[in-house]
Nanobody, 124 residues
Framework: QVQLVESGGGLVQAGGSLRLSCAASGRTFSNYHMGWFRQAPGKEREFVAAISRAGVSTNYADSVKGRFTISRDNAKSTVYLQMNSLKLEDTAVYYC?????????????????WGQGTQVTVSS
């Protein structure tokens, strides 16, 4: 199994920045493609960003493109989500995901492993 633990969430003003971290343990981290998803109150979970095993490929939802950056440090078994220019609509619980298939983490369907999530609240 793979265990994922998110951290770095909190309260931030609109226009501000926040960096989320997801620490992985268990199976070899570098074997897994990683992604970030979020779920706002009353809404379904949605894709945010994905990164391939070696960090060569990345994908972003249109809503965050140009503002968010996903990265990974395989030596530290950690994936990051740098969030800049935060908007009120970015408020959500953010979840880290891992899967052996890149296409799975790029769309969120049938992801093998999920973290428990970290709350991000953007205020005016």
């Amino acid at each position: 199994q793979v265990q994922l633990v998110e951290s770095g969430g909190g309260l931030v003003q609109a226009g501000g920045s926040l960096r989320l971290s997801c620490a992985a343990s268990g199976r070899t981290f570098s074997n897994y493609h990683m992604g970030w998803f979020r779920q706002a109150p009353g809404k379904e979970r949605e894709f945010v960003a994905a990164i391939s095993r070696a960090g060569v490929s990345t994908n972003y939802a249109d809503s965050v493109k140009g503002r968010f950056t996903i990265s990974r440090d395989n030596a530290k078994s950690t994936v990051y989500l740098q969030m800049n220019s935060l908007k009120l609509e970015d408020t959500a619980v953010y979840y880290c995901a891992a899967d052996p298939s890149y296409t799975v983490v790029a769309n969120g369907n049938k992801v093998h492993y999920w973290g428990q999530g970290t709350q991000v609240t953007v205020s005016s």
